[in-house]
């Protein structure tokens, strides 16, 4: 009987928190094709996501080519220095490498944004991210960072309604007002 009610206890912790998901392999686990397509809104917050990028990025000129879908990045800030130090440490990098890639993923947001229907914005936020964050209106995804310093498979989460979408959504917000956007002229063809 204890462990029945064990287990109806996890089920409801897990229900109320919403989780639907939890793989480590967050490119090929979770039906990201749906989640672009179901929804109108997308908060992206990232290091720098070259591997996402790169994975997505067909799903990602489909979305921005829609009228009305609105894409929010938030990356962190290339022009703070301890921000750099702490992701160059995390990823057994140099800081000019972190920097530029950073740069590089505002750049080709900024140069799909230039070129899409759809509202696409970019902003830069002092501070360590301690996870990256991926919000689709209804659903939230989360990947969590390895302190290995080596590429690996790492927690991935998927959650709909419930307390962590809830905490990631005000997550957001906050991260948000501690941002600073970035026009997309200034990245696209401008200075940095």
């Not at 206890?9 to 480590?24: C, F, H, K, L």
């Not at 690996?152 to 959504?169: A, C, E, H, Q």
């Amino acid at each position: 009987m204890a462990e029945v009610l064990e287990k109806v206890r996890i089920a409801s912790d897990i229900s109320t928190a919403g989780i639907e998901r939890v793989t480590m392999k967050y490119l090929n686990d979770v039906e990201w094709d749906d989640l672009f397509k179901n929804t109108k809104q997308i908060s992206v917050f990232i290091s720098y996501g070259s591997s996402s990028r790169k994975f997505h990025w067909i799903n990602l000129q489909a979305f921005a080519a829609t009228r009305g879908n609105k894409f929010r990045l938030f990356l962190p800030d290339p022009d703070d220095d301890p921000t750099m130090a702490l992701l160059a440490k995390r990823y057994d990098s140099t800081l000019d490498k972190v920097r530029n890639l950073v740069r590089e993923a505002a750049e080709e947001f900024a140069e799909l944004g230039k070129s899409s229907r759809a509202d696409i914005r970019i902003y830069y936020r002092a501070g360590d991210p301690t996870y990256a964050c991926y919000h689709f209106g209804a659903k939230v995804l989360i990947t969590l960072y390895s302190n290995r310093r080596a590429r690996g498979d790492v927690p991935t989460i998927l959650v709909g309604s419930g307390t962590l979408r809830d905490f990631f959504t005000q997550d957001l917000v906050a991260i948000e007002k501690q941002s600073r956007e970035i026009p997309l002229d200034s990245l696209v063809g401008g200075t940095k």
